[in-house]
């Protein structure tokens, strides 16, 4: 079972425009992680958000998280090519969970 | 510094055989995990082990044993392949036994097929 589900599945964008995916998730959590996969390869983590934390910055990186409606929700500012990938969000513990992602395509 | 390495990285199975994926890391992690990926399914976890000589199940550890050789080492292995077990597999690690506080580092991945 998924704790975390992405919105949407996938996302297409002109380069210079911002990308916003979402995520849900149904229980109680401690932080949540977002990572991005670009295809082929393994993922890489991007940010982490505690659960007393409402937003957070990194570069062009922008994480909100809203624990009464269960949802995050990642910014990408500025969008270049290079962020064409798929993002996850992710919950929990030990057994940290996966959502299924969103396919972002930044076209140029 | 490597970070997390896994080897296979292709292997093509007949359903029936037996093989074990390889997974080492280099940053003195004390927790490693096992994922597959299958498409539109995201990640699920197969099993992890929050340090050397410990070993727990995840969401989906049917037909699957693992071996936490040392520190560094953390093994796969399939006895019986079967076609549902056609994936995309990726071991990870976190510095801390509480892996959800960490940042979690990924191999490669390796591609499994099962004819």
């Known amino acids: 079972s998924q704790q975390g589900e992405e919105d949407p599945q996938a996302l297409s964008i002109q380069e210079g425009e911002n990308a916003t995916m979402n995520c849900s998730y149904k229980t109680s959590i401690n932080n949540l992680q977002w990572y991005r996969q670009n295809s082929g390869r393994g993922l890489v983590h991007l940010i982490l958000i505690r659960s007393n934390e409402r937003e957070k910055h990194s570069g062009r990186l922008r994480v909100t998280l809203d624990t009464s409606k269960k949802s995050s929700s990642l910014l990408i500012t500025a969008s270049r090519a290079a962020d064409t990938a798929s993002y996850f969000c992710a919950t929990g513990g030990n057994k940290l969970v996966f959502g299924a992602g969103t396919i972002l395509r930044v076209k140029s | 510094n490597a970070g997390v390495t896994q080897t296979p990285k292709f292997q093509v199975l007949k359903t029936g055989q037996s093989m074990t994926l390889q997974c080492a890391q280099d940053?003195?992690?004390?927790?490693m995990y096992w994922y597959r990926q299958d498409p539109g399914m995201g990640l699920r976890l197969i099993y992890y082990?929050?340090?050397?000589?410990?070993?727990d199940k995840g969401e989906v550890p049917n037909g699957y044993n693992v071996s936490r050789l040392n520190k560094r080492e953390f093994s796969l292995r399939l006895e019986s392949a079967a076609p549902s077990q056609t994936s995309v597999y990726f071991c990870?690690?976190?510095?801390?036994?509480?892996?959800?506080?960490?940042?979690?580092?990924f191999g490669e991945g390796s591609w499994l097929t099962v004819v």
């Open positions: 990870a690690s976190s510095e801390s036994w509480t892996g959800g506080w960490d940042t979690i580092y």
């Open positions: 940053m003195n992690h004390n927790s």
């Open positions: 082990s929050a340090s050397e000589g410990t070993t």
